[in-house]
């Protein structure tokens, strides 16, 4: 039982060697005793000068037992004892030490690793490995073969001294540990209760007691409990709210302690620059995920992908995100959610994992971007984490007030980014206190950190329906964000300004205010273009909200809009949305028009029609039929021409979606009465139009569709 634990929370950091698992069959005789003797003497130099912080007596006990067995394993080695390889009880007892050993290695390493708040608060069921893993070198010494091993005096007394004391020993928890540790509980107990624990306090027990003695070795200790939270298997003991509460506590610590030390924090790593997405050069995806393996949500690659009740498929962080936001809908379909329950799909993980290895992918690290704090956010908050983390938003306010210190603000930029991807409580007290006008100057800052945590931190607080007004209502915030979408210093810095005019737009009265200001339009169609995947779709969502709104149609046209959609419509990512957008602006006559200009459009439109998805083919059938409708007879005239259209037709008659079925057979009958129409008039092709034109071709394109009554 306790190696199961041990595992499990080792799997978090690295996964044990095979050999930790395995008993040594293929070894024997001298082989084995060599490698017991390799494995236990690498235990010892390893560990023997380690400086535990805590379980020290527990593991020193651990590591002077496994000191006996380097004597043991030596002495059997120099001696070459063919007694240990004759003798079956000695033999299997010997490939039982092997897995004892290694387990003692796992053990130590990770009371040696961890962090000092994680094993205080795991004290408890530490020592208690720690006992398991006695009890059966115990066990074992019992049925140890001594006498039959021809061992000198001096090695027999050592074993049978080791014998009597493992038969002794019991469970040790340290007294000084789990006072330390009732003090930390203490601290989420004040904090529940709307109070506040003394700087004095707080600097004696991470300071003098622990040794947390500068701001980067807190921040450390932060992120060895952010990443238990999100790697847990479900067994996390503590809670995960209940972590959420001790690192919102440990973060407060650290900025009233220490502030913005000099230098320390501004080290900012470059990590989250590094985007893990497929590099791209131009439209050229050197590294390309499968659609099916992208979450619709993140549109980053599907690390443990999970099953909604409307059948839909989204990584268990984003769809998990979604659903404590308070949404009751999915986000690809819109149906209501049933229920919350979410099952995993391990046939498409196996997928992933297959495709991963294929490729030369990384598996969990490689596509995903601050997975630590994305997956934090699956963590509900506690009435201590909100206390402690609008403590710590009061020290970051005013650090970003403080316009002589740029380093402060640019670490306070972070941490409000960090703070607001965690719930929408965070979000309300973020904005609340004043956030917002210091980010908003941020955004105009020459430093390309402070400027990438400004807009990321915005984009946050704008999923929070109340900001969207204090952002919309905060004087030039919105031109700010703009701006960086036209001229951000980083690729991501503009990414997330897109993203942050889609978060706005979902809200129809900013629609056109948002479209009006100057360069908005014209920075979407440049992303969307030119943009890493993840940008285009950025873009494209922003212009497909716009897209909604009658009035943004002019804006569109003049910006490049539809020009950039109609080019979108060749690149899977975002050709659904980019058809969806076009359907929108083709139903205004100016639309129409513009679209009907574009060379690309139809030709498009039917491509979309004949591979896209479901809900692409179902926009793209929409969008020519406005166009046959609203475009003019040249533009009929161009979709009539194009050899593939029945055949596209009927296939959608009866494998499209409920509204493309419709759609489809619209367009059908606008064909058809057309047709008889200009065969009427003693020629092959269109008469008429909306403007009250004609036209004639001497190419007749016959329409033999079956339209079936919708």
């Known amino acids: 039982m306790a190696t199961a634990a041990i595992f499990s929370s080792l799997r978090r950091r690295r996964s044990p060697s095979l050999e930790a698992f395995l008993s040594p069959v293929d070894l024997s005789g001298i082989t084995l005793v060599q490698t017991l003797a390799s494995i236990s003497s690498e235990v010892v130099s390893c560990f023997t000068s380690t400086r535990f912080s805590f379980q020290r007596r527990n593991a020193r006990s651990l590591i002077r037992k496994v000191e006996i067995f380097v004597v043991l394993f030596k002495f059997l080695a120099d001696t070459r004892s063919s007694s240990s390889s004759s003798n079956t009880t000695a033999l299997l007892c010997l490939k039982e030490l092997y897995l004892l050993l290694y387990r003692s290695k796992i053990l130590l390493e990770y009371v040696a690793q961890s962090s000092k708040l994680w094993l205080l ?71 529940e209760k709307g109070e506040i624990p003394s700087p004095t306090t707080l600097r004696t027990f991470f300071i003098d007691k622990l040794g947390i003695k500068d701001s980067n070795s807190y921040r450390t200790e932060i992120e060895f409990l952010e990443e238990q939270i999100v790697n847990h298997d479900g067994d996390l003991e503590p809670a995960s709210s209940v972590i959420n509460g001790f690192v919102a506590i440990t973060r407060y610590s650290r900025f009233l302690l220490f502030g913005f030390e000099d230098g320390v924090e501004w080290r900012i790593e470059n990590h989250h620059h590094h ?131 740029e380093a402060g603000q640019t670490v306070a930029a972070r941490e409000i980014r960090l703070l607001a991807k965690t719930g929408k409580d965070n979000r309300a007290f973020i904005a609340e206190a004043g956030a917002i006008p210091h980010l908003r100057r941020l955004l105009e800052s020459e430093n390309a950190i402070a400027q990438e945590n400004s807009v990321t931190a915005m984009l946050n607080l704008s999923i929070y329906e109340k900001n969207k007004r204090r952002i919309m209502e905060e004087e030039d915030c919105l031109e700010s964000i703009v701006s960086v979408l036209a001229s951000g210093l980083t690729v991501e810095a503009q990414e997330n300004a897109a993203a942050t005019l889609f978060s706005l737009s979902a809200v129809h009265e900013y629609k056109k205010g948002i479209a009006s200001v100057e360069h908005c339009v014209e920075a979407l169609s440049s992303l969307l273009q030119n943009g890493t995947p993840r940008g285009k779709k950025d873009a494209v969502t922003a212009l497909y909200n716009l897209s909604t709104h009658p009035d943004n149609c002019s804006r569109m046209i003049q910006g490049g809009g539809v020009s950039s959609l109609v080019v979108a419509l060749k690149n899977d990512v975002v050709a659904e949305e980019a058809a969806g957008a076009l359907a929108l602006l083709v139903r205004q006559s100016l639309g129409a028009e513009a679209i009907g200009k574009e060379e690309a459009a139809v030709t498009g439109l039917m491509g979309m029609m004949r591979c896209g998805t479901p809900r692409g083919k179902e926009n793209a059938v929409a969008a020519l039929l406005e166009l046959c409708r609203s475009g003019g007879a040249a533009v009929a005239e161009k979709v009539l021409r194009a050899p593939a259209i029945a055949g596209l037709l009927q296939t959608l008659l009866f494998t499209g979606t409920k509204r493309a079925r419709r759609k489809a057979a619209s367009l059908a009958r606008v064909f058809q009465r057309r047709e008889h129409a200009a065969m009427r008039s003693g020629g092959y092709g269109f008469v008429g139009n909306r403007d009250g034109g004609g036209f004639n071709t001497d190419v007749s394109v016959p329409m033999s569709i079956y339209v079936p009554v919708l």
């Open 121 to 191: 608060l795991q004290n408890p069921s530490i020592s208690g490995y720690f006992h398991d893993l006695n009890q059966e070198i115990s066990t074992l010494l019992d049925v140890f073969p001594v006498d039959d091993l021809n061992l000198t005096d001096d090695i027999r007394e050592q074993i049978q001294l080791l014998q009597r004391q493992s038969l002794k020993s019991r469970l040790y928890i340290d007294n000084n540990d789990e006072s330390l540790r009732e003090t930390f509980y203490s601290f989420l107990y004040t904090f």
């Open 275 to 405: 985007h893990h997405h497929p590099k791209v050069e131009g439209d050229t995806t050197i590294t390309s995920v499968p659609k099916d393996f992208v979450c619709p949500i993140s549109l980053d690659l599907m690390t443990d992908p999970v099953i909604v009740s409307t059948g839909q498929t989204y990584d268990r962080t984003s769809i998990a995100r979604w659903i404590e936001e308070g949404h009751c809908t999915c986000p690809k379909t819109g149906q209501t959610l049933v229920d919350s329950r979410i099952v995993p799909n391990r046939a498409l993980k196996n997928l992933i994992v297959q495709w991963c290895t294929a490729s030369g992918v990384t598996y969990e690290s490689e596509f995903i971007t601050d997975t630590t704090n994305e997956g934090f956010v699956s963590a509900l908050p506690t009435k201590a984490a909100v206390e402690a983390n609008k403590a710590t938003v009061s020290i970051l306010i005013q650090f970003l007030s403080d316009g002589s210190c």
